[in-house]
């Protein structure tokens, strides 16, 4: 079974564009066709893997439920399905945000939701 939450790791222009509605996708996830999100277990090796030595990133809490049939699970690194949004994510639908923090053993804070 798929969690209900998934993740979104943002630049600060892309998350001030998500606050203004206005966020249609980072570069990889417009050039791919849909936006990428991580769960919680894939998040840190997420921000590793593809945004190594950036600072200034934010991790929004996005609720699965509302995208309904626009999201689809995928296949990607080592055989793990991850969540993809075919279509547009809208600050509505972010249950959370924060700037990305770590916790002493590395692994990326979660925003606190709820």
């Known amino acids: 079974m798929h969690p209900t939450t998934a993740y ?3 630049t600060a222009e892309q998350m001030a564009a998500l606050e203004a509605n206005t966020f249609k996708g980072a570069p990889v996830d417009l ?6 999100l991580s769960t919680a277990d894939q998040l840190t090796e997420t921000v590793d893997k593809h945004f190594a030595g950036q600072t200034d990133l934010y991790v929004a809490a996005v609720d699965l439920a509302t995208h309904g049939k626009a999201i689809r ?9 991850f969540p993809h949004l075919y279509g547009r994510l809208t600050l509505e639908t972010v249950v959370a945000y924060s700037p ?3 916790e002493d053993d590395g692994s990326v804070r979660l925003p606190v939701t709820g």
Do not use: F, M, N
Request: proline content about 0%; cysteine-free; charged content about 40%.
């Open 100 to 102: 990305l923090e770590r």
């Open 73 to 81: 699970w995928k296949e990607s690194r080592g055989g793990a399905e």
């Open 8 to 10: 979104k790791v943002l």
């Open 31 to 36: 050039a791919d066709g849909y936006i990428h």
